[in-house]
């Protein structure tokens, strides 16, 4: 269980993680020596993993997202995770409950580029389907 401190430095983290050590003492009003024991008790407990790279808002907005729904032959589905994630336009993969076992968020930099990718995963060995939804606006991100 990580304190309330905790979350305020994480939520703080997550909405810029190269902010300085000192910019994130000031703000929690507490030393830096606090932050940095902090940090690395957090990295040390696995709660932090690592650090990020985010992509600008100029930069996403020309990307073209979508989700991805993936049916797949259960005893190829390791062999289909390895290949998908091998396709770097793919940000995330998560298995789900349902009909698909699958959904891939897919960023592409044009339609064009979507629907070749699209192709892509629907040709690898293991998918018996796709079901693609294709992101017009995100409302909001956390």
Known sequence: MISSEDEKLLGML???ARASISDLARALNVSRSTVQNRLQKLEQSGVVKGYVLEYGSAFLSQLVS???AIKVRQKLTTKTNVELKQISQI???YAISGEYDLIAVVQAQSTEQLSHI???IGNLDGVERT???VILET????
Do not use: G, Q, T, Y
């Not at 409302?139 to 956390?142: A, I, Q, S």
């Open 66 to 68: 979508a989700h991805v």
């Open 14 to 16: 997550r909405r810029n």
């Open 131 to 133: 079901n693609s939804s």
């Open 91 to 93: 940000s995330e993969l």
């Open 139 to 142: 409302k909001f991100k956390r």
């Open 118 to 120: 699209l192709d892509e």
